[in-house]
């Protein structure tokens, strides 16, 4: 697939601005993710969680927190999830001119590409941020947990 995918670059003369880098350990890969242009979190639906989970489950998000646009699988629970996010394109991880085409339409206009990363980093300020979230259900853990009420109403 790498080589495959290399080809394709090489044919469209951008090989050379390609990095490829396979498992990195975190302190290296959330370096890589801050100097990324464009994230992938492409895996083989091998098992059916993988159908709705690419790479790390917070991989997609971290991207967006950077403001980089990312390419996840080309699958319905994707496309529902982000509906509207004009930071995400889709690719068949199993295709190599789909992710070709999807690299394509993330930097074919430099404008529209500015506007992507504007737009992943707003998203996940507004939308996926985990404090903006998780917040919703602290709110009601703290409403459950609240100590009952001490005062006793001896009105007879």
Known sequence: FRSQLMSIASELCVDERIVIEGYLPNTEADQATMEASCGFALQHPVSRNWTYLASASNKIFE???????????????????????????????????????????????????????????????????????????????????KPASTSLDYHR
């Not at 996010?85 to 430099?110: G, Q, T």
């Not at 504007?118 to 947990?145: G, H």
């Open 63 to 145: 991207y967006a927190a950077c403001g980089v646009p990312v390419i996840v699988p080309d699958r319905e629970s994707y496309r529902e999830y982000f509906a509207g996010e004009s930071w995400v394109h889709y690719a068949e991880p199993s295709d190599a001119v789909s992710i070709a085409v999807a690299v394509k339409s993330v930097f074919s206009d430099r404008t529209a590409y500015m506007s992507k990363c504007k737009a992943a980093r707003s998203s996940f300020e507004n939308r996926f941020n985990y404090e903006n979230v998780f917040q919703p259900v602290l709110d009601r853990i703290d409403e459950m947990t």
